[in-house]
């Protein structure tokens, strides 16, 4: 089966049992046992629940990955990730993350005796520089939040083979509707499922999915141990998602497109990233290893001014945080996705007072153009 009818046929009941196009929810804590020594599947549902279980199996079958397993958020995801590495372990990560995942690295990883190194992982020299005895893994965002840069996975990974190392990749932005780090030799994949998975901007997910069958009973087990899990109706609603997710990762990739042709022609517009242009850095990579560039663009005003008055005055897109909702969102990273990250970190990087981030979301595009139109001119 292709991806896109994997999307909707994965979701059906695959008990059979009643024949519900749409897979039932089992919103139970528990399971009544047969008896003492029964070998049942499902006892407890921090342990396993049918719903659950459902939604992992349709993330490992998309990402091509042997195990995956649910989150209650992106970052819960992470956090379990991070459990797999011990005291004096070294990490590399990617200098231009998710906000969030720089917070974790910083305080909960550093007092667990775990140290990140940071790297333009975009250049295979510094992550190969950084490399030690201890360094256990590769963790690498790719294309970053919010410079959208580019890390060429099929790259990393055979360095990261060559070295013994774990390859991490956050596929949140591409999804594996545009792009398949596991096929690129990618260990473990993690997403915040609250974006483009679940799509409607009304849920919060994680999911992380394994390579291997060993590693995903790994984070299984730790995940079961630490409880950051999924809810029954929350598995659903990704579930639900995931059926539109081909048609909507197209559309998003189309209304990005057409937006950032746009931004590019605007005089108070001074900058552009975004991926489908041929003067980005990451533009080359990107077309070697996905098929579809996305739905983010940032980009950089003439004045922090405008880019505060541009938040005030857009109506249809809406000010607020998180990305690959069907409702267009715009971000300011400085204040809101990245204020943990310290400022010498985030000028260097290029997230400066100017800098906005736009999630295009499947509106008619006409209407997105109009109204980024009244808000920049
Ligand atoms: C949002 C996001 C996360 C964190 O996910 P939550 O679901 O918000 O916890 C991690 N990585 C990336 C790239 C994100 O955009």
């Not at 995940?223 to 609603?237: E, H, V, Y």
């Not at 990245?338 to 499947?362: M, T």
């Amino acid at each position: 089966m292709k991806f896109n009818t994997v999307c909707l046929h994965a979701a059906k009941d695959m008990t059979h049992s009643t024949g519900a196009v749409a897979a039932p929810i089992y919103q139970s804590a528990t399971f009544a046992r047969e008896s003492v020594d029964s070998n049942q599947v499902y006892s407890y549902s921090r342990l396993q629940n049918p719903t659950r279980e459902h939604l992992e199996n349709i993330m490992a079958h998309l990402e091509e990955g042997a195990g995956a397993v649910a989150f209650s958020t992106g970052m819960a995801a992470e956090a379990a990730v991070m459990e797999l590495f011990s005291q004096g372990d070294r990490v590399i990560a990617s200098d231009d993350l998710y906000g969030g995942s720089i917070r974790l690295f910083g305080n909960f990883s550093k007092k667990n005796g775990v140290t990140v190194d940071y790297a333009d992982t975009g250049n295979i020299g510094e992550i190969k520089s950084l490399i030690t005895p201890t360094t256990k893994a590769i963790f690498v965002e790719t294309p970053t939040n919010p410079m959208l840069k580019v890390t060429d996975i099929a790259e990393v990974s055979k360095l990261a083979r060559e070295h013994g190392l774990l390859l991490i990749v956050d596929n949140t932005f591409l999804t594996p509707y545009f792009q398949l780090p596991i096929r690129l030799g990618a260990d473990i994949v993690i997403h915040s499922g609250t974006k483009y998975l679940c799509g409607h901007n009304d849920t919060m997910a994680g999911v992380a999915v394994a390579a291997r069958a060993d590693m995903a009973e790994k984070l299984h087990y730790i995940n079961k141990t630490t409880g950051a899990l999924l809810s029954p109706f929350d598995c659903f609603l990704m579930t639900r998602g995931i059926k539109t997710l081909a048609i909507r990762m197209e559309r998003h990739n189309q209304n990005a497109a057409e937006a950032a042709k746009w931004l590019c022609r605007q005089k108070k517009v001074k900058k552009v990233y975004y991926l489908g242009l041929e003067t980005h850095p990451g533009h080359e990579t990107l077309k070697k290893q996905s098929t579809g560039f996305g739905g983010m663009i940032s980009f950089e005003v003439e004045s922090a001014e405008l880019a505060l008055s541009v938040l005030k005055k857009v109506k249809v897109i809406q000010f607020a945080e998180s990305l690959g909702g069907v409702e267009s969102l715009i971000t300011y990273p400085v204040t809101q996705t990245h204020a943990d990250v310290p400022e010498e970190k985030r000028e260097k990087n290029g997230i400066n007072a100017r800098l906005l981030r736009l999630s295009v979301g499947i509106e008619d595009i006409c209407d997105i153009i109009a109204d980024l139109d009244q808000a920049i001119n």
